[in-house]
């Protein structure tokens, strides 16, 4: 097939953007002619407007920008794009690269890599605990009040307002032909916040490449991830200050946090903070852990870090909490505790390193979890099926009026904030 597969990236880093290219990479390498459609947040920074005029232009840009919809709409047609896959289009790319794929007659697929479009903020996540209060709201305005995306009322308004016209609009329901979800729990969500559970597949994340099973010799948990709030380190930091004895931990990773880890590895001999190290290094590491630590306190998508500890059959202790619920089963791949219990993550460490006959029986089922489930050839499978399942939505579509009502209030909506009289 002829794909084209965007992305919108962040200004940090993160594992949306590994996805985006492992899966741009697998699909060139079995044949597909794949085209990669992508812009940067750094052009934010990079524009020489005020500060008001920037975030007018943010603002249109965010819920209807013009120049992605002609670029990629051309870029439609020059291909002959059957498929457009789209990871992130948030927020300079817009929902309007969805209706350029439409226009252009190719099939529309998304994946829901977080809660965006049913959480301004896409985590879920306030005051430190989950929060739900947007979820299912037409217009999400306890996320405005409490400035829940960035801590700015001015962002968290943008992004609402992009919900709120794109929702009245009937984009999320009519544009996109298929989404693809990384958990069942996390397809569960998006049904509660009203796309169409008939749209909806579930795909896994996967590591490209097999870099073999680790023997956990090292003798250490590890943490592996961005250090902030959200990662529950403070309930790790405190359950480890519990486990009795000469238990070591490893953090890798660096984030907001960084000051109390780094006061804590202080505090604890036994704690070693490490920052960030390269993928290989990481790799190595998780392969030499007795077992990963995720102590998160939000609902996680499907970290990568769950699909690459188990391909280094590295057993996880987890928060019990989301789709980490689904993912890690107990006593097989790993152990649950209870979310934000520091006292019950240092009964299950004190338990993982007291039981090392059932860690190594853990590793085993872990690496079989891996080879079952996050391979890329299953992977391929899946991603191939889905496509065709989007195709069928498409042509089930391609007789019947193209819905103009959409484009034309999102383009009444950037007039009004630049105030042009022209949309094209």
């Not at 391909?311 to 089963?329: C, D, H, M, N």
């Not at 065709?388 to 007039?415: M, S």
């Amino acid at each position: 097939m002829n794909i084209i597969v965007c992305h919108n990236f962040y200004q940090q880093p993160g594992g949306e953007d590994q996805v985006f290219a492992e899966e741009a990479d697998l699909l060139a390498a079995h044949g597909h002619d794949v085209k990669r459609f992508t812009v940067h947040n750094d052009a934010i920074d990079g524009e020489s407007h005020s500060a008001t005029a920037q975030m007018v232009r943010l603002m249109s840009d965010t819920i209807w920008n013009r120049r992605v919809y002609r670029e990629l709409r051309e870029l439609v047609r020059s291909h002959r794009a059957q498929v457009v896959h789209f990871h992130n289009t948030f927020p300079l790319m817009s929902p309007a690269a969805y209706h350029a794929a439409r226009a252009g007659g190719a099939a529309v697929v998304q994946t829901l890599h977080n809660y965006r479009l049913i959480c301004p903020a896409g985590t879920f996540y306030r005051d430190g605990k989950t929060c739900e209060q947007c979820l299912g709201r037409w217009a999400p305005l306890p996320a405005v009040v409490h400035k829940c995306y960035r801590d700015s009322l001015a962002a968290t308004g943008v992004a609402s307002a992009m919900l709120t016209a794109h929702r009245a609009a009937g984009t999320y329901r009519a544009a996109v032909d298929l989404y693809i979800a990384l958990t069942e729990f996390a397809r569960q969500k998006f049904i509660q916040g009203g796309l169409p559970a008939g749209k909806i597949g579930v795909k896994p994340n996967f590591v490209g490449t097999d870099h073999g099973a680790g023997d956990g010799a090292g003798n250490f948990g590890l943490f592996v991830g961005r250090l902030d709030a959200s990662k529950g380190l403070d309930v790790l930091l405190n359950a480890w200050s519990k486990v009795p004895g000469d238990a070591r931990l490893r953090i890798l990773g660096d984030g907001p946090l960084a000051p109390a880890v780094r006061e804590a590895a202080k505090r604890d001999a036994r704690i070693e903070w490490l920052g960030r190290r390269p993928l290989n290094d990481v790799y190595d590491m998780m392969g030499q852990a007795a077992f990963l630590v995720i102590s998160s306190v939000w609902y996680e998508g499907l970290p990568r870090t769950v699909v690459e500890s188990f391909s280094k059959g590295t057993p996880i202790i987890a928060s019990k909490l989301g789709a980490l619920e689904e993912l890690i089963s107990p006593g097989k791949t790993g152990l649950h505790f209870k979310q934000n219990d520091a006292s019950d993550l240092a009964r299950q460490i004190t338990h993982a390193f007291a039981s090392p006959g059932d860690l190594r029986q853990m590793r085993g089922f872990a690496r079989r979890e891996y080879e079952d489930k996050y391979n890329s050839k299953d992977n391929l499978r899946q991603i191939n099926a889905l496509y065709d399942r989007a195709l069928r939505t498409r042509r089930e579509r391609a007789n019947q009026p193209l819905q103009t009502k959409p484009i034309a209030v999102h383009c009444d909506l950037t007039l009004r904030g630049n105030r042009i009289a022209n949309p094209k």
